[in-house]
């Protein structure tokens, strides 16, 4: 797949989101993100995509200092924040410990994360996807940060343009693609992160309605298994590539699927097993 391509594209539509929310006199308040305005996920995006440049520049291969921090979101006094590159006027952008941030959207933020995405997409079309690089994840490569980074950006925009009553499904290419990769990476990341509880053979089914994508998941103990086995699962799913993946990153409700069918006490415990971060 040709991340890279969808990296720019969904980047382009957050920011086309962002600057439509910019014209107002307020940062709307983005629904699926509790607690954080249009003005705090940039903040957020934009951070994310400062970081993965100097890991992906320096060619760093082992965990920064800063990371723990960066990952809790609860950057310290401490921590050195010089490569997030902020400009010397900062006045009116949003303040972490303020959020929801609800000022106007400030012109130089937008453009402080449009310089950031930018070159963050520069590096992804110079690097090789097998380039050794530190990653949260066993898989240490510029690979594993372009697909990550691309889902993210998609995710994003779908927020940024459902503050604003606009959104638009993810392209199912890439949706069927990040919804495996959920099932890879993201939940059992999240799983360890949350020390969520260990999981007892709960099998859940995921039907793509819009391709040919179906993952089937087991869990057992600490591990999420895709299961090769074709018999009837506790909880089927069906919707399309881009609906199963907001539904599991925790955008949109199961009733917002095509089809649902089993227990339904089994689909709630969804999230406990692989708790939203």
């Known amino acids: 797949m040709d991340y890279v391509s969808h990296f ?8 086309a989101a962002v600057r439509r929310a910019a014209a107002g006199d307020t940062a709307p308040l983005v629904p699926s993100c509790p607690g954080w305005s249009v003005s705090d996920l940039v903040t957020h995006l934009g951070g994310v995509h400062r970081f993965v440049t100097l890991l992906i520049r320096e060619r760093i291969v082992e965990p920064p200092d800063t990371i723990e921090n960066l990952i809790a979101r609860t950057p310290s006094a401490t921590v050195d924040l010089g490569f997030l590159h902020l400009p010397e006027d900062v006045e009116g952008w949003p303040v972490p410990e303020e959020a929801p941030n609800r000022g106007p959207i400030p012109a130089s933020l937008v453009d402080w994360f449009t310089d ?17 690089v530190w990653t949260w994840s066993p898989e240490r490569t510029t690979g594993f940060w372009m697909r990550i980074q691309t889902i993210e950006a998609a995710v994003h925009r779908w927020d940024a343009e459902a503050a604003t009553g606009t959104a638009r499904p993810v392209d199912a290419e890439l949706a069927a693609d990040a919804v495996g990769q959920n099932f890879e990476v993201m939940a059992p990341a ?9 999981g007892s053979g709960e099998r859940l089914r995921f039907r793509q309605t819009d391709g040919t994508g179906d993952w089937r998941v087991r869990f057992d103990g600490d591990d ?17 590539a881009s609906d199963l993946l907001l539904f599991l990153w925790h955008r949109i409700p199961a009733d917002r699927l095509d089809e649902v069918k089993g227990d339904r006490d089994l689909l709630e415990r969804y999230f406990v097993l692989v708790p939203p971060v």
């Open 190 to 198: 999240r799983r360890a992160w949350t020390k969520a509880p260990p």
């Open 116 to 132: 950031g995405s930018s070159a963050l997409e520069s590096l992804f079309r110079s690097r090789g996807p097998a380039e050794p």
């Open 8 to 15: 720019r594209r969904e980047i382009l539509a957050f920011e």
């Open 224 to 240: 999420v298994l895709l299961d090769q086995d074709t018999g009837p699962c506790d909880v089927e799913l069906a919707g399309t």
